[in-house]
Structures are given as structure tokens and as C-alpha cells.
């Protein structure tokens, strides 16, 4: 009867690890949220004929972000107005840009610069 009480233990264990591994990942190891915060990711893809480019901006924080406006360099801007808690918006260059940098800025005193990173390209994928 004794060895029971290890292998229950264990389960229970197992079960709490998980648990805490799923929400790392579901909150992107995120525990303590900001209330104003923004991610932003620039990405461009070399494919045979041209190149692919969008930027991804999520709210990242607890708090609604406002004024919301990106700056792609060379005069090129969008205004995105507000940001939900949570909410991503994905959004292309405009042509002919030299997909160098973005500046991501909104309300309440957000500022984000960040230069177009380009994916690993994958065996058999388009482009690689």
C-alpha cells in the first residue's frame, strides 16, 4: 500500500508541472503583466520575386493603448488608433519602402524602434 502513496504523489506532481508549463506558455512566461506595454515584431521575406514584409503589434499589457501610430521610415505612416487589451493587428509596408526600421508609438507613453528581422528560411519552403 505504501508504494501507492509515491505514485499518487507523482501523478499529482506531473499534473502541477504541466499545468504551470501550459500557462508559461499561454502567457509567453509573462506572469506579472504591465498595465501600458506593446510588442512589436517587423519581419521580411526574401522570396524568389520579391520581398514579403508585415509587422505584427499586439498589446501586450492590461491597459488600452491610444494614439496608436506606426512610422516605417522615409515619410511612410499608418495611424492604427486604439489597441485593446490582447489585441494584435498585423500590417503591411507600403510599397516601395526600404523595409529598414519601425517606430511604433501610442498613448500612454509608448515607444518602441525596431529593425526588420528575416525568418531562417526552412528547407522546401517558399523562398529558401
Sequence with gaps: MGNYKFVIFGVIASFVGISVAIYGVLTMGNFSQETYSISVDPTKEKQTLFIMARVSIQNT???ELTNVQINYGEGDKDYLGTLKPGQ?????????????????????????????????GMPGMMGS
Design 61 to 63: 499589457g492590461t491597459g
Design 88 to 120: 494584435l493587428i498585423i500590417v503591411s509596408p507600403p510599397q516601395g519602402n526600404s523595409l529598414q526600421y519601425v517606430i511604433v508609438s501610442a498613448e500612454p507613453d509608448i515607444y518602441v524602434s525596431k529593425v526588420y528581422r528575416e525568418p531562417i
